[in-house]
């Protein structure tokens, strides 16, 4: 038999469904039985559910009893034992399963209501059910639960059994013992929700400031304290605003859930901030979307190539000397948080000159050792980035290696021998250029004038390292020789008299001599490489005297100066003719030229009178 859902009943005190000092539905009154409006239909051998609640018909009191047994033994009794017969039990026990919840009814038509159905509240609130039926007696009625429950209130076929701090799902039975009617129930279902509350992040390996190199899998783990029911609690991983992935978080009994997250590091994540959302989606069961987020971490990626840095330095250094060294290293990401170091026996250099470029660094620094002392000396050459280092060394020997001597022996004169030996360090091998192959570090000769400036070069060669060095020390001959007086002091000049000249005789010689020409009647000779006018005085013959620390050459050097006498008679007379012809054609061309200006103002007047006659004509004809 159908029946309306239950109206509020008039013995029941209003705002008992609350959830602690909260309502959990907008209408206070509970339900009251109903009595049966019409009389019982026949009895069917099937369970009959009723339209608007959900419930089951157990017949019989035996099968009540177990389903009750049943019931207590999934809550706080744990005394109660299960009936031998378990097959029954088991069939029981999963048979509501299959039946909506709300009311049952048996063949005898009694039903069990509790309201509200199914109710979500609030983890740690409270809630009232209350349990009604329609047995026309008065009932016993009950409620088995494992929440602890006292009675709010109860009437002749109702009562209300509040649960306190409610923190866990639960399906309560509400049972009835009607003495006309046998014996009924019901069930319905709580389901406690909670709101994320605290969400942590946490990067593995755990830090502060974790690096994490790209391309690689690191591990995210996003913790998440309440937050039920789970099935509708998913967890978001954040970077800044943007969605990288999302997982359901995992159901389970323990309040702190864990979601891991395995993403993959990029240039991208470098510097930027990761959260973690909790997201409780209860909209579909009437309420709201609770969220709740991590504090943001700082991510820090980095790119570290495999391969340790270019390293550039000399296999070989001579003590004393300097050299450049440089280290350069390429794929750095981020490039300015790198940090490249020299060192240099052991030593960090400080003088380093570091250049930026994409996202490549380089290092370049002088080395240098003062110790004049052969050692093997290491420079190493590190670069660090993200926790990471890679390395390169370099093993450089420091040796010594100076030049060799190359001396002459005895003085070096015009016809002597002279020997000359080059001397090097141990383990050198030596030559002078055109010694003999016998001796390449002697050579032996007689010098005269033309070795004075021969140059000599002497080398030395040392193997380091199946590398061959080579140190040179020249020596240039100075040969000594007395003056030589030829070519460059000509024996004979001829000069005009009148003209400038200089007269130079040049001698050869080592040590460098002095020259000087004495006419052969005078003391003193006409100064050497100086501009003189030439006169009489200078023809004649000189004796050119070279002398140096050897020796002195002479030689005689004759002048001859050219020159003609003057006669002046002719000339006088010539220059007299000429100024008495120039007085005479003055005096001529004084007196033509007076002729002609008196010639002319006779002229000039005769004129003026035959015009003044003209005009007096021509007044007397007019008058």
């Not at 509501?96 to 983890?123: F, M, R, Y």
């Not at 409270?126 to 329609?134: E, F, P, R």
């Not at 783990?221 to 509708?232: K, L, M």
Request: charged fraction near 20%; proline fraction near 9%; include cysteine.
């Amino acid at each position: 038999m159908c029946f309306p859902p239950p109206a509020p009943h008039p013995e029941i005190p209003g705002n008992l469904l609350r959830r602690g000092r909260r309502e959990i539905s907008g209408k206070a009154a509970l339900p009251r039985p109903l009595p049966p409006p019409h009389p019982p239909p026949p009895r069917r051998p099937s369970f009959s559910p009723a339209p608007n609640y959900h419930g089951e018909i157990i017949k019989g009191t035996p099968a009540l009893r177990l389903r009750i047994q049943l019931s207590r033994l999934t809550g706080s009794s744990a005394n109660m034992r299960v009936s031998r017969h378990l097959p029954a039990l088991a069939l029981l026990w999963l048979f509501p399963l299959l039946l909506p919840s709300g009311a049952q009814e048996n063949g005898s038509d009694l039903q069990v209501w509790v309201h509200p159905p199914n109710p979500v509240i609030l983890s740690g609130d409270s809630v009232v059910l209350n349990c009604s039926t329609n047995c026309p007696t008065e009932a016993k009625i009950g409620l088995e639960t494992r929440l602890p429950k006292i009675v709010e209130d109860q009437g002749k076929n109702w009562r209300a059994f509040r649960l306190r701090n409610v923190t866990r799902d639960d399906s309560p039975w509400c049972f009835v013992n009607c003495p006309t009617k046998n014996q009924s129930s019901t069930r319905t279902h709580i389901l406690v929700y909670e709101p994320p509350k605290k969400v942590t992040l946490n990067l593995e390996p755990s830090q502060e400031q974790s690096w994490i190199p790209v391309g690689q899998n690191f591990s995210v783990s996003c913790q998440v304290a309440g937050g039920r029911p789970r099935e509708n609690l998913k967890m978001v991983l954040l970077r800044g605003d943007q969605e990288i992935s999302s997982q359901l978080v995992p159901k389970n009994t323990l309040d702190t859930a864990t979601v891991m997250f395995y993403p993959i590091a990029s240039r991208e994540d470098n510097e930027a901030n990761f959260s973690c959302r909790a997201s409780l989606d209860l909209r579909a069961k009437g309420l709201t979307l609770y969220q709740n987020s991590s504090i943001p971490r700082k991510l820090s990626t980095f790119a570290l190539a495999s391969e340790p840095p270019v390293l550039v330095a000399p296999k070989l250094l001579e003590a004393g000397s300097k050299e450049q060294v440089s280290c350069e290293m390429d794929k750095l990401f981020p490039v300015e948080k790198a940090h490249i170091q020299l060192t240099w026996g052991g030593q960090v250099l400080t003088q380093v000159n570091v250049i930026q470029h994409a996202d490549m660094l380089r290092a370049t620094a002088t080395i240098m050792t003062s110790q004049e002392v052969e050692a093997d000396e290491e420079l190493t050459c590190s670069v660090n980035l993200g926790g990471e280092t890679r390395k390169k060394s370099e093993n450089v020997i420091v040796y010594t290696f100076p030049q060799p001597s190359l001396v002459a022996s005895g003085p070096v004169q015009e016809g002597n021998r002279v020997n000359l030996t080059c001397e090097a360090r141990p383990r050198a091998r030596v030559q002078i250029n055109g010694a003999p192959p016998d001796e390449p570090n002697r050579i032996s000769l007689i010098v005269g004038e033309k070795d004075n400036g021969r140059l000599f070069i002497c080398q030395a060669f040392l193997k380091l390292r199946e590398e061959t060095l080579q140190k040179n020390r020249s020596l240039e001959l100075n040969v000594q020789f007395p003056p030589k007086l030829d070519e460059e002091c000509p024996g004979h000049w001829n000069w005009q008299e009148g003209t400038e000249q200089t007269l130079r005789c040049v001698a050869r010689g080592n040590p460098a001599p002095t020259v000087r020409c004495v006419p052969e009647s005078q003391q003193n000779g006409m100064p050497l490489g100086l501009l003189h006018r030439v006169t009489r005085d200078h023809n004649g013959t000189y004796h050119c005297t070279a002398e140096n620390s050897i020796g002195k050459a002479v030689k005689v050097v004759t002048v001859k100066v050219e020159f003609q006498d003057v006669n002046w008679t002719p000339i006088i007379i010539i220059v007299l003719v000429m100024v008495l012809v120039g007085s005479i054609l003055a005096i001529f061309g004084y007196f033509y030229y007076r002729q002609q200006r008196i010639r002319s103002y006779e002229l000039r007047k005769a004129e003026e009178e035959r015009s003044m006659k003209l005009m007096n004509a021509e007044g007397l004809a007019s008058a």
